[in-house]
């Protein structure tokens, strides 16, 4: 019992004694981890309150979307009000990346798709699908910017937005009717190989769209 008793207390004595010969460099790592505690806090904090910001800000620009698109039109080139919230969604998305940003610039490329600026409508897309890159709005953002190529008759760019679209991390909802896309552009650039290939690609991959399929292979047949 005695040494119990005497082990202990040169256990004691030696956790003292390291304490007090290190103690500047223990209260400086308590200090650190405090820091750091307060650092995530106020990050964490700082972070939802921005959030929230954003996701009011968003709503404000869709309300005002929603107001100007019915009065949107391609006869009328002047729409002050829609230039204006352009401008304003344009500074609010930037180079920014995530689901809001991606959506804002949405907006403003249904505004100039609207006005039938398929070229303006091309590059927003593109910028929402760049700002939704880590989101599902990424590949949805692609498709679209392929309709507004087509739309300029620039079939070859189209042709890669689409295969980018379904080469995209995120799944992509409608991909038989992108892929079936692919085939379509490559017959209207005379490509028949390459179209026959594409609608092979949507038997292939897709055997459970029974409409995407019997589509795909009735162009195979009018083809070979």
Request: glycine content about 4%; proline content about 3%; some cysteine.
């Amino acid at each position: 019992m005695q040494n119990e008793k005497q082990e202990k207390e040169n256990t004691t004595d030696k956790i003292n004694d390291f304490i007090q010969r290190n103690r500047k460099m223990i209260f400086a790592i308590f200090s650190i981890i405090i820091i750091l505690f307060i650092g995530a806090v106020v990050y964490l904090a700082v972070k939802d309150n921005v959030d929230k910001k954003t996701i009011v800000k968003m709503e404000e620009f869709v309300e005002k979307y929603d107001a100007l698109i019915l009065s949107i039109n391609a006869e009328e080139k002047e729409n002050p009000e829609a230039d204006l919230l352009i401008t304003d969604i344009e500074n609010f998305a930037g180079k920014r990346k995530g689901i809001a940003y991606s959506k804002a610039w949405s907006l403003i490329a249904n505004i100039y798709a609207k006005k039938e600026d398929w070229s303006k409508a091309e590059d927003a897309f593109i910028k929402s699908s760049q700002a939704g890159i880590k989101t599902y709005l990424g590949p949805i953002s692609l498709f679209n910017a392929a309709a507004a190529a087509e739309e300029q008759g620039k079939l070859e760019k189209a042709i890669s937005l689409l295969q980018e679209c379904l080469s995209h991390k995120f799944e992509f909802p409608s991909a038989p009717r992108a892929q079936f896309s692919v085939g379509r552009l490559y017959e209207q650039l005379g490509n028949k190989e390459d179209a026959i290939e594409a609608y092979r690609t949507v038997m292939i991959n897709w055997p459970e769209m029974p409409v995407w399929q019997q589509l795909a292979r009735s162009r195979i047949i009018v083809l070979e």
